[in-house]
């Protein structure tokens, strides 16, 4: 079949990856030229110890608290918009353990199955995109983070995903090159970590390679429907006709959504990262819980990230909330002086969000040959390849590997 693929992050190249494969001609719109978007710059964290969904009791009051300090991690900006007083009804709704529950039960599936693809992919690619098998260790600092982070351990324990709480000792053990400043940790030995960069630029070339068309610098404003199919997508005055069509729009699926009348609630998420070169030599990928902040090995580089602005679609770099960022380094790492880094040096990335935290995956009943495969939020390259296998799964009308029940795309209909 002719499939076209809106989107060329890594839910849209990881489902170009299959699709190819399974013998589909494949071709990528995107409206940008692949390099800066939100699959490159991230933290590169492979994460099945992520179980509990941004929609978590607490996570409200949170919030507000946060919202008062320019520096915090978590920021919605308050404005006026219908899509966004509805996406935070529905999160509100979904703040509560029953969800948590529920969620956890099919992140873990995704988790568990996009990281054996990654296995995989770490095998059978012709490139190296530095994927490794470390871990990954959450540092606190204060005894209200510690009770909420040995409880998180609990609860993968329970659902079969490896935690270790660990001693301030034990910490230090793990990172026997850095000075650790933390009143303890949990560990996550099932995690993993790649150059998210290196990934999506040697992605592009090899699938360039296997024939996949991508028709970059393109954006899709329109579509021609007719008897609940799409016949044509339009694209900087340019018509374009495919069999199927995946939409892998990340945070603007739900503005082309609404063209389709199809209800994909869903808010940007902006977060910031940056590269320093290594100066202490660290082992372990670490997430700073108090601060937000993700950090990570890559090559000869370490990549800080962090914060979750929920103000739109729009690419303001807000440095206060990057220097929180710098700032949380030598509280956690306190031999480590990281400068302030220019703003230019600062990448920004729109995180898609649903408001229950997990993904939309599968196809519409609205439109008979369209598959929506986007909201992945935190997660979506930790779930790029095995949200890229479902999609091909579900062209293919092949039996998915996982139940998608959780991932009804049309569940807000
Ligand atoms: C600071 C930060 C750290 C992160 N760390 C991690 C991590 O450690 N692990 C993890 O798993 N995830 C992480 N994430 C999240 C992850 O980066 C995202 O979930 C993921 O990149 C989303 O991929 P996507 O393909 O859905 O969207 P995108 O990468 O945004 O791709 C969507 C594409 O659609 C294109 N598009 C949109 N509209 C149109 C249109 N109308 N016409 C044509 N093209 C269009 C866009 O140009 C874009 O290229 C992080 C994110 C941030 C910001």
């Known amino acids: 079949m002719r499939v076209g693929i809106v989107g060329g992050g890594i839910i849209g190249l990881s489902s170009a990856y299959y699709l190819q494969k399974a013998g589909h001609q494949v071709t990528i719109i995107d409206q940008d030229d692949l390099q800066i978007g939100c699959s490159t710059g991230n933290a590169g964290m492979i994460v099945p110890s992520h179980l509990i969904p941004l929609a978590s009791p607490g996570m409200i009051s949170k919030g507000i608290r946060w919202m008062f300090n320019s ?156 008897n609940n199919q799409i016949r044509e997508l339009v694209a900087s005055s340019n018509h374009f006709s495919f069999d199927e069509v995946i939409l892998a729009t990340g945070s603007w699926s739900g503005n082309i959504g609404k063209k389709l009348h199809v209800n994909l609630p869903m808010q940007a998420g902006k977060g910031y990262s940056f590269l320093t070169p290594i100066q202490k030599n660290i082992q372990v990928p670490s997430i700073f819980l108090e601060a937000r902040v993700a950090v990570t090995p890559m090559g000869d580089n370490i990549r800080f990230g962090g914060t979750m602005e929920i103000a ?86 092949d039996q998915t590997s996982i139940s998608m029940e959780a991932f009804n795309p049309e569940r807000y209909q």
């Open 71 to 226: 520096t915090s991690p978590f920021y919605v900006k308050p404005r006026w918009s219908g899509d966004l007083v509805k996406w935070g009804y529905h999160f509100y709704r979904h703040s509560n353990k029953d969800h948590v529950a529920r969620a956890a039960i099919a992140l873990k599936d995704i988790s568990l199955f996009s990281k054996a693809m990654y296995q995989q992919w770490s095998k059978e690619l012709p490139f190296d995109f530095e994927y490794k098998e470390r871990g990954l260790l959450m540092l606190y600092q204060t005894k209200e983070t510690e009770h909420e982070e040995s409880e998180t351990a609990h609860f993968a324990n329970k659902h079969g995903i490896e935690a270790h709480i660990l001693s301030p000792t034990e910490v230090q053990q793990l990172e026997p090159h850095v000075k650790v400043s933390a009143r303890g940790g949990v560990y996550f030995p099932g995690d993993a970590h790649l150059t998210p960069q290196l990934l999506i630029s040697q992605m592009i070339l090899f699938l360039k390679k296997q024939g996949v068309q991508f028709i970059t610098n393109t954006t899709l404003t329109d579509f021609v429907v007719d």
């Open 312 to 397: 739109g679609v729009n690419h303001t770099i807000n440095m206060n909330r990057v220097k929180g960022i710098v700032d949380s380094i030598p509280r956690y790492y306190p031999e480590m002086n990281i400068a302030m880094p220019p703003q230019s040096n600062v990448w920004h990335g729109l995180r898609p969000c649903s408001p229950d935290g997990l993904p939309y995956i599968g196809k519409s009943k609205t439109i008979k040959n369209l598959t929506i495969a986007t909201g992945h939020a935190m997660m979506g390259l930790s779930l790029g390849p095995g949200t890229g296998k479902l999609v091909q799964q579900i062209i293919d009308q």
